[in-house]
């Protein structure tokens, strides 16, 4: 068996390519100086391991000896692991936008040994196929041109960087913020291209986008706009009912190939997962309809079971793709893992309880999935909810407290069997940005579900970032750990992430520390990333030569920017600290991409949700007295009942102005617009100033 440079490296995605003949190199100087030497151009692939058409690629190609070889003899090829290294991700993902209009994964770019690209795509069929063409055909073309016509390549890749340069520069576009016209610009945007049949925002694929729920919930909030929450609300139950909800362990995949969330590709994320926690619970804040909370408790009990790590951490990812038949561990197919045959179901459940799942969850005779182009799926049907309770029992004419029995007792038997099978690929590192935005998640499921255990997991998710990833005499963050090793100098992401999930932590546990942190970890991005002059942050720290391009990230994809992230989180601390540092960065972020929020509002939604945090009406409500008061415990619950956008929430020990209790009892005092209400000491008086300050 061949091995490449790739077996000394830590990511799992790079660790799958180790055995390929294609002698990879990671991104690095070796992998440079190689280029230069031999004047040749680089080979960029850039992945994850839990990308099914990663691993299309690599079957077809990068274990093909005929291509390894002239991937070989004619370039140097280099490995990236966009969760590793989001900043190489994101220069060379704008190069493929821009020229050929979209992107994705796997990521194949052909750079100048300077690193300047000159031509891209995604992913490349071995020869010309699906409309694309071959992998092998290109590469002997581009080796060609380069032996041929290498002057010109070098030239055309100078005018790519200028060309992404000046697309990429953000700078302030005057002296103000994007006003309320930003928000209205950006509620229309949304609604034109809402499907207000099935949820989701666009047509197939259909891709959750928990930044557009964040923004519409938020100009709900401040508008009183039910359209704005309607959108919302349709797209969270038509998700829970699709097959891209695992119906029965919880947690959502990717993507859903089609448009009424029924056929996704399976790979499930953390950051989705993190997200669409949120979305779920912030739904059930607003409305109290129990449907929203139960899905963020799937959400949750699949992460602690499947994605926790022993100290705390969370685990990144879990695989589309799983093995088919143990006897045959070499085949694998996507989804493999989750799909069932009703023969299956009749031998688990019995042939009655069977046709109650069966017409429950959509379940056919020979599959429920019409439109199979790779034909993964014969036979086999993916769980959605294609009936209600109801109407199962209607259909069984049997009485709904039988059927909710039979419904109940059934996912525990079949988990059983399917626990049995082999699972997904697990891609077990241990990402700071990501492990943020689950703390976040976990924290607000403890304020607005009242479950310590929610508490627990965000706590010790947090304690092993600050154990395994912060050096609190160095001031440094780190990305990446797994395997014993944390390694990665931390991104804008990781610093904003992270300190924004310690707010959120501290409004669930009061811990002075996290406080603290948070505000030593914002001092430290803004040093590191923070353009003074124009505003906004970029991505990555001053002085990373091994970059052509520095960016400032504001896209809210299936991730938040960082800016739009440290925006808000900026805010936030200055009315919890009541620094005007942050205050004025926050202004600066947030003046830098006015003009964006006003002409591209549709890129970003959580850029927009920060700015209608800074344009809405200020609340803060500070608790005194004894914290473990029967009294202090409602008013909390009084509070976290109310989706409160706006408001920050600290106990008086660390709030910036004294405010005491009144008679050594549990007080609450609730500050408007920068005026403060009479003390609060019963949960009634403190329900009526909520009311008003919404």
């Known amino acids: 068996m061949t091995t490449n440079r790739l077996a000394q490296q830590k990511s799992p995605y790079l660790l799958q390519h180790a055995h390929n003949p294609v002698d990879w190199y990671p991104w690095g100087e070796e992998a440079f100086q190689k280029a230069a030497a031999e004047n040749k151009p680089i080979f960029l692939s850039v992945g994850y391991s839990t990308c099914h058409w990663c691993h299309v690629m690599e079957r077809e190609s990068f274990e093909d000896p005929e291509i390894a070889r002239i991937l070989n003899d004619s370039f140097v090829p280099v490995k990236v692991d966009r969760e590793e290294r989001p900043d190489v991700d994101r220069v060379y993902m704008l190069f493929v936008q821009a020229s050929t209009g979209s992107g994705g994964w796997p990521m194949s770019v052909w750079l100048t040994p300077e690193r300047k690209p000159f031509f891209g795509g995604t992913y490349f069929p071995p020869d010309d196929r699906y409309g694309r063409p071959g992998f092998k055909a290109i590469l002997e073309h581009l080796a060609r041109a380069w032996r041929d016509d290498r002057a010109r390549i070098e030239e055309s890749g100078s005018q790519v960087i200028g060309q992404l340069r000046q697309y990429a520069e953000v700078s302030g576009g005057g002296p103000d913020q994007a006003g309320r016209d930003a928000l209205e610009n950006g509620f229309y945007t949304f609604r034109r291209s809402f499907d207000p049949r099935l949820g989701g925002f666009g047509g197939a694929p259909k891709f959750p986008r928990p930044s557009v729920h964040n923004f519409l919930l938020r100009y709900f909030a401040e508008t009183g706009n039910q359209e704005a929450l309607e959108m919302v609300l349709l797209t969270l139950r038509e998700m829970a009912k699709g097959g891209i909800n695992d119906q029965l362990g919880g947690g959502f995949h990717r993507y859903s190939v089609d448009e009424r969330w029924f056929v996704p590709h399976f790979e499930k994320m953390l950051y989705d997962q993190a997200q669409l926690a949120i979305s779920y619970l912030e739904a059930f804040q607003i409305t109290r309809d129990g449907q929203y909370a139960a899905e963020a408790r799937n959400i949750f009990s699949y992460v602690l079971r499947d994605l926790t790590a022993p100290g705390g951490g969370f685990y990144s990812a879990e695989d589309a793709d799983s093995v088919i038949d143990p006897s045959r561990p070499d085949q694998k197919g996507e989804g493999a893992f989750y799909l069932w045959g009703r023969e299956e179901l009749v031998a688990a459940l019995g042939e009655r309880d069977a046709a109650v799942f069966s017409y429950r969850f959509g379940v056919e005779e020979h599959g429920n999935v019409n439109e199979d182009p790779h034909g993964e799926f014969a036979g086999r049907n993916i769980l959605y909810r294609a009936h209600t309770l109801e109407e199962t029992a209607a259909q069984m004419a049997a009485p709904a407290d039988a059927i909710r029995d039979v419904l109940k007792a059934a996912p525990a038997k079949l988990m059983e069997i399917r626990s049995a099978r082999p699972r997904?690929?697990?891609?077990?590192?241990?990402?700071?940005?990501?492990?943020?935005?689950?703390?976040?998640?976990?924290?607000?499921?403890?304020?607005?579900?009242?479950?310590?255990?929610?508490?627990?997991?965000?706590?010790?998710?947090?304690?092993?970032?600050?154990?395994?990833?912060?050096?609190?005499?160095?001031?440094?963050?780190?990305?990446?750990?797994?395997?014993?090793?944390?390694?990665?100098?931390?991104?804008?992401?990781?610093?904003?992430?992270?300190?924004?999930?310690?707010?959120?932590?501290?409004?669930?546990?009061?811990?002075?520390?996290?406080?603290?942190?948070?505000?030593?970890?914002?001092?430290?991005?803004?040093?590191?990333?923070?353009?003074?002059?124009?505003?906004?942050?970029?991505?990555?720290?001053?002085?990373?030569?091994?970059?052509?391009?520095?960016?400032?990230?504001?896209?809210?994809?299936?991730?938040?920017?960082?800016?739009?992230?440290?925006?808000?989180?900026?805010?936030?601390?200055?009315?919890?600290?009541?620094?005007?540092?942050?205050?004025?960065?926050?202004?600066?972020?947030?003046?830098?991409?006015?003009?964006?929020?006003?002409?591209?509002?549709?890129?970003?939604?959580?850029?927009?949700?920060?700015?209608?945090?800074?344009?809405?009406?200020?609340?803060?409500?500070?608790?005194?007295?004894?914290?473990?008061?029967?009294?202090?415990?409602?008013?909390?619950?009084?509070?976290?009942?109310?989706?409160?956008?706006?408001?920050?929430?600290?106990?008086?020990?660390?709030?910036?102005?004294?405010?005491?209790?009144?008679?050594?009892?549990?007080?609450?005092?609730?500050?408007?617009?920068?005026?403060?209400?009479?003390?609060?000491?019963?949960?009634?008086?403190?329900?009526?100033?909520?009311?008003?300050?919404?």
């Open 424 to 694: 997904p690929h697990l891609d077990d590192k241990i990402l700071t940005a990501w492990n943020a935005l689950m703390i976040s998640a976990f924290a607000k499921g403890a304020q607005i579900l009242d479950e310590p255990r929610y508490t627990d997991a965000a706590t010790g998710a947090a304690n092993f970032v600050r154990s395994h990833l912060w050096d609190e005499g160095s001031g440094v963050l780190l990305r990446r750990h797994r395997d014993g090793e944390s390694a990665i100098g931390g991104f804008l992401d990781d610093y904003a992430f992270f300190a924004n999930a310690l707010l959120d932590l501290y409004e669930t546990s009061f811990e002075p520390g996290d406080l603290a942190l948070a505000v030593r970890l914002a001092e430290r991005a803004m040093a590191l990333f923070e353009d003074a002059q124009n505003g906004g942050f970029f991505s990555t720290a001053a002085g990373e030569d091994d970059l052509v391009l520095r960016l400032k990230d504001d896209y809210d994809g299936a991730e938040p920017s960082g800016n739009s992230v440290m925006a808000l989180l900026l805010l936030r601390l200055a009315r919890m600290t009541d620094r005007a540092d942050f205050r004025k960065s926050a202004e600066r972020t947030l003046q830098a991409f006015a003009s964006r929020m006003r002409s591209a509002s549709a890129g970003l939604p959580q850029m927009l949700a920060a700015q209608a945090y800074a344009l809405g009406r200020p609340m803060e409500i500070v608790l005194a007295g004894p914290r473990d008061h029967p009294a202090m415990r409602d008013m909390l619950s009084t509070i976290r009942r109310r989706f409160l956008p706006t408001a920050v929430l600290m106990m008086a020990s660390e709030a910036p102005h004294t405010m005491p209790p009144v008679d050594n009892s549990p007080t609450a005092h609730v500050c408007q617009n920068y005026a403060c209400e009479l003390p609060a000491t019963n949960v009634e008086k403190l329900d009526e100033q909520l009311t008003r300050g919404q």
